[in-house]
């Protein structure tokens, strides 16, 4: 089983970063774990070149801050890339995350 280290981001909450301007910025957590699934595929699309997609599974050892805002995990850095979190699963102590395309929202930085 491969090692993991990486970040996963969360979606902020809204800040005023003005008056009358609100702004989302995300957080970011790093965390240790396991690549629990690796499996790749290319998935053909609309667009000229076909979709990477993945259906890695990533189990992370959690901390109180992941457990309080499960929900709002978004991202997960890795591999050189930015990858959108499908879905989580809890099983303490740890949170299961299953990855799939590439992620093009806001990120932390």
Do not use: C
């Not at 998935?43 to 050892?61: F, I, Y």
């Amino acid at each position: 089983m491969k090692r993991f280290f990486g970040a996963v981001g969360y979606a902020a909450t809204s800040t005023e970063s003005a008056p009358g301007v609100w702004t989302n910025a995300p957080v970011e957590k790093d965390y240790y774990g396991d690549i629990v699934q690796n499996f790749l595929r290319l998935q053909e699309g609309d667009n000229l070149n076909k979709d990477l997609t993945l259906s890695n599974m990533v189990s992370v050892v959690a901390d109180d801050y992941a457990y309080e805002h499960v929900s709002d995990i978004r991202y997960v850095r890795w591999a050189g890339a930015v990858w959108t979190v499908n879905s989580v699963e809890v099983r303490r102590p740890r949170l299961l995350l299953r990855l799939g395309g590439v992620y093009n929202g806001p990120t932390a930085s």
